[in-house]
């Protein structure tokens, strides 16, 4: 069975102060890891897809990058408005068929202080 | 462009009621849909996905029903709730992974 783990559960950053989240996962046949970022009350927003094992995207203060175990998001010089839980999922080859499920880890609370 | 549209926001329902959430795709033709469920400090779970009109699957057994009359339409039912009902309910849809899925603004169930 897919699994996700995320750590820290919670995070407690100073503005200006960077850090990373990390993603663990264990599937058998990644096809893709994806991170979403989620507000109080809100759907999930998609962040980032990464497919292969040294893959890095960015977008704005994130970036993401893989390896064949992990994935991290680090987050430079973060904002209060960085604020949010941020979610890691996993598409996995499911016995050679996919309907496109993804597979979450329970998320990281990221507060970041003014 | 695409547009998920899920409702209502919040609902607070007695034990024993029925429930409909419904969630509606603008935009794109042939989506999969998914059903997923939130519980307070956890991540997603999958409930339910379709990739096609009529067609359902079920990942995990429960209280809950979906159906899908139309293309773009997907629908969550009670027939009677159960406390353990209680979440943050998520209508998703995508049509390439490339782009992981675009989710509803979900809807907060709580019955009481």
């Known amino acids: 069975e897919d699994q996700v783990t995320q750590s820290p559960e919670a995070l407690r950053l100073q503005e200006g102060e960077s850090s990373s989240l990390n993603c663990s996962y264990t599937v058998s046949g990644l096809r893709g890891l994806f991170w979403y970022r989620q507000d109080p009350g809100k759907g999930p927003e998609f962040l980032f897809t990464l497919y292969s094992a040294g893959e890095e995207k960015e977008k704005e203060r994130l970036k993401a990058t893989l390896t064949k175990k992990e994935s991290f998001l680090h987050i430079t010089a973060p904002k209060p408005e960085d604020s949010a839980t941020y979610l890691c999922a996993v598409h996995a080859n499911a016995g050679g068929t996919s309907y496109g499920k993804l597979t979450f880890g329970q998320g990281t609370i990221l507060t970041v202080h003014p | 462009s695409q547009t998920i549209h899920q409702w209502p926001a919040t609902l607070v329902q007695p034990v024993g009621s029925p429930l409909s959430l419904e969630c509606t795709v603008e935009g794109t033709s042939n989506p999969n849909l998914y059903w997923y469920r939130q519980a307070a400090g956890r991540g997603l779970q999958l409930l339910f996905y379709s990739v096609g009109i009529g067609q359902i699957s079920s990942e995990v057994p429960q209280n809950l029903s979906a159906s899908r009359p139309q293309d773009r339409q997907f629908i969550l039912s009670s027939k009677k709730l159960l406390l353990s009902d209680s979440g943050f309910y998520l209508c998703?849809?995508?049509?390439?992974?490339?782009?992981?899925?675009?989710f509803g603004s979900g809807t907060r169930l709580t019955v009481v």
């Open positions: 998703a849809w995508t049509g390439s992974l490339n782009y992981g899925y675009t």
